[in-house]
């Protein structure tokens, strides 16, 4: 499978858990592809954000 763009440039993202990485990683993803979401828009394509919010 070819990497996105968001998973080339955050390649080296390290916020101290696997699972948050690759939860940003899809959130930029998100937001890379639809520029024109708010943010309550890319957020609810994402369900597990909470958990950004929370660590």
């Not at 690759?22 to 958990?51: C, E, H, M, Y």
């Amino acid at each position: 499978m070819t990497d996105t763009w968001a998973e080339i440039e955050f390649r080296t993202l390290d916020l101290g858990d696997k699972r948050l990485n690759k939860r940003t990683v899809k959130l930029i993803d998100i937001f890379a592809k639809a520029p024109r979401l708010s943010i309550p828009q890319g957020w609810a394509r994402n369900t597990s954000n909470l958990s950004i919010l929370c660590e």
